[in-house]
């Protein structure tokens, strides 16, 4: 199981993590009055594959196995 953290400080919400997603575990949504990219409810539905971290181009995203 792999939980995926998004620092929403460094978060520009350009949504290619999501696209690059290949399980939809990431979506666009709103936090705090910013929209930020978050992580499914439900660590299970992630491969681990890191595309989401390569692909960032803040360097906001980290998985880590749990
Ligand atoms: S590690 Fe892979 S499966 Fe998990 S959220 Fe990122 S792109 Fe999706
Ligand atoms: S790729 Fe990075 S900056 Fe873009 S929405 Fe995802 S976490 Fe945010």
Redesign the pocket.
């Given at each position: 199981m792999?939980i995926?953290t998004i620092d929403p400080e460094k978060c520009q919400a350009c949504a290619e993590?999501v696209e690059?997603?290949?399980?939809?575990?990431?979506s666009i949504e709103e936090k705090d009055g910013k929209l930020v990219a978050v992580?499914?409810e439900d660590p299970e539905?992630?491969?681990?594959?890191?595309?989401?971290?390569e692909?960032c181009p803040e360097g906001a995203?980290t998985?880590e196995e749990w």
């Open positions: 792999y995926v993590c690059v997603c290949a399980v939809q575990a990431l992580f499914t539905e992630c491969l681990g594959c890191e595309s989401c971290v692909v995203i998985v």
